[in-house]
């Protein structure tokens, strides 16, 4: 990783600040001190240390500026003493080389001989590997008066930790400031007010929309303070990012967070994008999904009406725009061919994609707010459960840009927001469906209601957005809905992390379904997650014309084949005997294993599988019966291909993806998936002290019938 840069321009975004090489890391007052401000936090400051020494171990030089002073009431020095040995002995047991405390005040930095003394002991102290620790000398010299305030890069008075940070940063060329409070960051109003909200990018001139509150528990300084100081550094061409360094789930890794370019705390940035930030869009999606729910049935249908026609009309610019994309991808190398395959529209797909819409346009009449049940309480106190939007979706997708449009589709028929998150490989194609997508909402004015996330926020960072999103939907590779399941922080994930499919085959299966099944299964789109993985062959096959013929015909199609544990054992000359039997290609390739019986079926399918799609090809309807009955995955099929595991072929429509998670929904997940419930109880005058013991009311709880559905 490349750290050196030329100094003078801060960083742009966050991505960027893993190139920084010359650190300086401010700890608050509040940071070093304990919470009942009787002492050193010494485990928090270990934590610290630690961090800072991994990092300098990386190549980077590391400074550090402490509050402490002030923090302690009089015996300033004495602790002041405690505090530099404290740190010290973290530093050392953490590998790092570190200088005893370096105490400074104004004039040394605004005596052109004693700034020259200063600069070239921390440039000294960096080149032998040591960490510096500086503090105002407070102890010594009191607060200096006010003067211009921070105004300007030559003008700063040093009159607390927060503007001696900033203008040692500026005066060593550091590339990142990190200013460790006990406050997550900048927020738009005091922390704690009801309407406040943390700044994730703060650029200058916003401090007109901020409103600060009071100064630290301990320490000189406040926001107010920190902000300014922030400023001046990001105009001497310093970064910023101003993040809570007391929280004892975060403190252990605030700063390597930061360094690595997450979404912690307030970050400081002169680039101001052109467009909204993804917690704005984020807000956009939420009011246009409410407004998109409150509109009559037939005119959600009419978008989705508008946005299939829209998909063909547009066909030409659609294909040029994907073109693009794969040119793109095959030039660069970075995409293997089953996510190429993905990647790429055609007509075909474009004309399945519009049939698709319409379907959901047809079926979604009678989706939000119908009456699921109804019961009557008591004498005039009826209680309805209907159906409502989930709120806001985040869905998160690789290569797929067919995924685009019916996602959009179903969100639009359920009422819901919706944020778009694609891969960079399909940016081209993902743009012009997002384009036709706003258009077709623009039919009733609700434009907003489908975002295409095209900021430079990492998945992780988004999977943090718990007050924003109500559910994140991955469609990709095993490994990304495997990170999204980890990351999400407070937010339900809806999906899938594999597809290892399974076919078996018994004893009383027909020979002409049993290629057919096998092929359609593994070979019709071996990319897809509802794709033969896993093949299994009834021990009584081995050795007869119907599994020669199953062989022959997975050679002519150019699958390779590996070979489980005992289907190896039955053979002298086996294929390459398989890795792991939990194992999704996504490719012509597949497992074939051995079993003894169709229980035996059942156990390897619980043990190796992935409760997605599994098959049974028998003539045998008992045997059917017990493996449908018994088989826990979300779709089990008898005599048919696992490729009909799609929300199209069910009917659906389309799918966001296919869940396996045990609740709300499972299989294809189409409109009914992305709807949940509320209870609307309609009485006149009721209280609950009437139904007490001498109440005058009794509970009736009766099940009234459900009005006629919609169902043209």
Not at 269 to 298: D, F, H, N
Request: glycine share 8%.
């Amino acid at each position: 990783m490349p750290l050196s840069r030329a100094h003078g321009k801060s960083f742009a975004h966050r991505s960027e600040l893993k190139h920084a090489k010359r650190i300086v890391v401010k700890l608050g007052s509040a940071v070093v001190t304990r919470g009942d401000e009787c002492g050193l936090a010494l485990g928090r400051l270990a934590s610290i240390v630690e961090q800072v020494s991994m990092l300098q171990n990386q190549g980077r030089e590391m400074m550090i500026v402490t509050s402490g002073a002030v923090a302690f009431g009089k015996q300033r020095l004495r602790h002041e003493i405690l505090l530099s040995q404290s740190v010290r002995q973290a530093l050392h047991s953490g590998q790092s080389q570190l200088k005893d405390m370096i105490l400074v005040t104004n004039l040394d930095f605004h005596d052109e001989q004693k700034r020259r003394n200063l600069n070239g002991t921390l440039h000294e102290l960096l080149r032998m590997n040591i960490v510096p620790i500086i503090n105002t000398n407070d102890a010594v010299v009191p607060p200096p008066e006010p003067n211009s305030d921070l105004q300007g890069v030559n003008v700063i008075s040093v009159k607390d930790n927060d503007s001696l940070a900033a203008r040692l940063a500026v005066e060593m060329k550091t590339d990142l400031l990190i200013v460790l409070s006990d406050v997550e960051g900048l927020f738009d109003s005091p922390p704690g007010s009801d309407d406040a909200k943390l700044i994730d990018i703060f650029y200058p001139g916003d401090q007109q929309s901020v409103t600060f509150g009071t100064k630290s528990r301990v320490g000189m300084g406040g926001m107010e303070a920190k902000v300014k100081a922030a400023l001046w550094a990001l105009q001497g061409g310093t970064s910023v990012v101003i993040a809570n360094g007391t929280h004892p789930k975060i403190s252990g890794h605030v700063i390597t967070d930061i360094v690595e370019g997450k979404k912690v705390g307030t970050f400081f940035s002169e680039v101001k994008p052109a467009g909204p930030t993804v917690e704005q869009q984020g807000e956009m999606a939420r009011g246009g999904g409410r407004t998109l729910a409150a509109l009559q049935p037939e005119q959600r249908a009419e978008i989705i009406y508008r946005l299939a026609d829209l998909l063909t009309d547009q066909r030409e610019e659609i294909l040029l725009a994907n073109k693009k994309d794969l040119e793109e991808a095959e030039n660069k190398g970075r995409l293997a061919l089953p996510l190429l395959k993905r990647l790429s529209l055609s007509t075909s797909k474009l004309n399945s994609l519009a049939i698709g819409l319409r379907q959901i346009a047809a079926s979604s009449q009678d989706s939000v707010g119908r009456v699921i049940r109804r019961t009557r309480i008591a004498k005039d106190l009826d209680l309805e459960q209907v159906t409502v939007p989930i709120g806001v979706l985040l869905v998160i997708f690789e290569s797929r840009p067919d995924c685009l449009p019916q996602v959009s589709a179903l969100a639009i028929a359920s009422g819901n927001g919706l944020l778009l998150k694609g891969g960079k490989e399909a940016a081209h194609s993902n743009q012009i469906l997002h384009h036709l997508t706003q258009e077709a909402l623009s039919l009733h004015r609700v434009k907003d209601a489908v975002q295409l996330v095209n900021t430079r926020e990492e998945v992780e960072d988004l999977c943090r957005l718990d007050k924003l999103i109500d559910l994140i939907i991955p469609r990709g590779s095993s490994q990304l809905v495997r990170n999204i399941q980890k990351a999400a922080k407070g937010i339900p994930v809806m999906g899938h992390s594999e597809g290892i499919c399974h076919v078996y085959v018994d004893t009383d299966a027909s020979v002409e379904k049993v290629t057919r099944i096998i092929r359609d299964s593994k070979c019709e789109y071996p990319a897809a997650c509802n794709a033969l993985e896993t093949l299994l062959i009834h021990r009584d096959l081995l050795r007869t014309p119907l599994f020669d013929q199953i062989i022959d015909m997975l050679r002519v199609e150019q699958v390779k084949i590996h070979a489980g544990p005992k289907f190896a054992s039955y053979l002298t000359f086996s294929p390459s005997e398989v890795k792991s039997l939990r194992t999704e290609y996504g490719d012509l390739e597949c497992c074939i294993e051995v079993v003894d019986s169709v229980e035996e079926a059942v156990e390897h399918i619980h043990k190796y599988g992935s409760s997605h799609t599994d098959v049974i090809i028998t003539e045998n309807e008992k045997t059917a019966e017990f493996f449908l009955q018994h088989v826990d995955s979300a779709c089990v099929f008898w005599n048919a291909s696992t490729r009909f595991s799609d929300g199209y072929r069910f009917g659906l429509g389309a799918e966001v993806g296919i869940s396996t998670s045990r609740i709300h929904a499972r299989g294809p997940v189409g409109i009914e998936g992305l709807l949940t419930t509320k209870w609307l109880l309609r009485g006149d005058n009721h209280v609950v002290s009437d139904f007490s013991e001498h109440g005058t009311m009794k509970y009736l709880h009766e099940s009234l019938p459900l009005p006629q559905r919609n169902t043209n």
